[in-house]
């Protein structure tokens, strides 16, 4: 007999007032939920409607395994459409979300992208190269240039030619201009379909001429799904801006979280420094993937600020029972990844920044998920991970750095993205020859 509807309590304020808070002060916000209702519980977000956050591991669980038809994505991403297109994966579920990924998920696979560890440590150390004793660095607009030059190689397979050029200046006034709104795109979007243009001249060239590039534009180009079809132009454009704004912000975001907490905590910073110079400094950038503290160190990053702090809601397409509540077609449900990353009974002290705890434990996927889970399990989890121990481990082997920041650093809103405030800057103290 299928249990009457019910929902976790939350909040009796006005949805208006809810969603203002959500968008202002978003961890505030599901901390208060959390301390007054519990692990789960019913909000009220503007035109997303009821929706329950989920911070039980096993709600999580049972969530994330459901068949992919009994839930839709598409409706908590609409305000990505007029940025990533039509065809971008975060606006497909069920069978075309599917096909979309088989055809992408190749170029992500971490024995291929392993290839890309020389670059990612080659484009660190051009970027430090001019760095000067007692210079102050502002560390958000760097580590975005590292990871947008990161991306734009692996997608055009350089960073000079004319089309990775024209995007590094728009991505680099979006970043610097808009960052910071609740929309951080909207410069972007309005050259979006100038951009275009040049992206369709690019491919049209490759599909003419005998094309030897093993990038990951080829590589969508060639691309075949079951029946033998190629994608088309407006799919290949989508699936660019999709990973150009999937791939830049949050890899840049954790990077930036990962360098604050490692230096705001000594013990850390010196272990990991111990363990880095181990290599000496002409290493190989895949030696740094062995090394067992600096894992830890973005993996804890990753836990105490995710950059997600939500992923995307999934409104259900069928009714649901999950730890003895009864969910009705149309509720969305939302996997709370940072409230999970917060639970006393999985991480002893959870406000405090301690590696170590990723040394002696392997947490399950649904204790710890900064890539989420599921079948919307994040394309670049691999990528992002490989650019987390290159660009620190490159950094740290080289340089001395000091936390030189203007005032506290607090968590803010991004867009989606959960990043330090402007505050966080180094100082440089020291090269290491
Ligand atoms: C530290 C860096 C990163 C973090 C923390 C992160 C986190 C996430 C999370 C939590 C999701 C799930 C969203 C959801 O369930 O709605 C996701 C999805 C996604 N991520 Fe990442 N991501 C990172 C880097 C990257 C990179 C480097 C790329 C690609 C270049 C990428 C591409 C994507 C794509 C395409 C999706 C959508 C997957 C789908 O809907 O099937 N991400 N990411």
Known sequence: MPLPSTRPPGPSTSPTLQSKEWMKHPLDFLDSCAKQYGDNFTVELGSLGLTVFLSHPEAIKQLLSLPSHAYECHQYNQTYRSLMGDEALFLSDHQPHKRKRRLLMPSFHKERVKQYGEDIKQIVEEITQDWGMGQTIVIRPLIHEISLRVILKIIFGSISNPLSQVLRQLFKLAISKDFGSWSPW?????????????????????????????????????????????????????????LLIAGVAPTAVALTWA???????????????????????????????????????????????????????????????????????????????????????????????????????????????????????????????????????????????????????????????????????????????
């Not at 410069?187 to 060239?205: D, H, P, V």
């Not at 973005?298 to 003895?324: F, N």
């Open 186 to 242: 909207r410069r972007l979007e309005q050259r979006r379909s100038q951009l275009c243009q040049l992206i369709r001249a690019e491919i049209k060239t490759r599909r003419e001429t005998e094309n030897q590039s093993t990038d990951l534009l080829t590589m969508l180009i060639c691309a075949e799904d079951e029946e033998g079809n190629l994608l088309s132009d407006a799919e290949i454009e989508d699936h660019l801006f999709t």
């Open 259 to 433: 360098l604050y907490w490692i230096h705001e905590n000594p013990s850390v910073k010196s272990t990991l420094v111990q363990e880095v110079r181990s290599l000496g400094t002409d290493f190989e950038a895949l030696a740094l993937t062995k090394l067992p503290y600096l894992t830890a160190t973005y993996q804890e990053a990753l836990r105490i600020c995710p950059v997600l702090a939500a992923p995307s809601g999934r409104k259900l397409t069928q009714s649901v029972d999950i730890m003895g509540y009864h969910f009705e077609t149309g509720t969305t449900l939302i996997p709370c990844i940072y409230l999970l990353h917060q639970r006393e009974d999985l991480y002893s002290n959870p406000h405090l920044f301690q590696p170590e705890r990723f040394l002696n434990h392997q947490y399950a996927p649904y204790e710890y998920m900064p890539f989420g889970g599921g079948n919307r399990l994040c394309l670049g989890s691999a990528l992002a991970q490989l650019e987390l121990r290159v660009v620190l481990g490159t950094i740290l082997s080289h340089w001395d750095l000091e936390n030189t920041n203007l005032e506290e650093v607090r968590p803010m809103r991004h867009g989606t993205v959960i990043a330090p405030s402007d505050a966080m800057q180094v100082t440089i103290v020291n090269k290491v020859s």
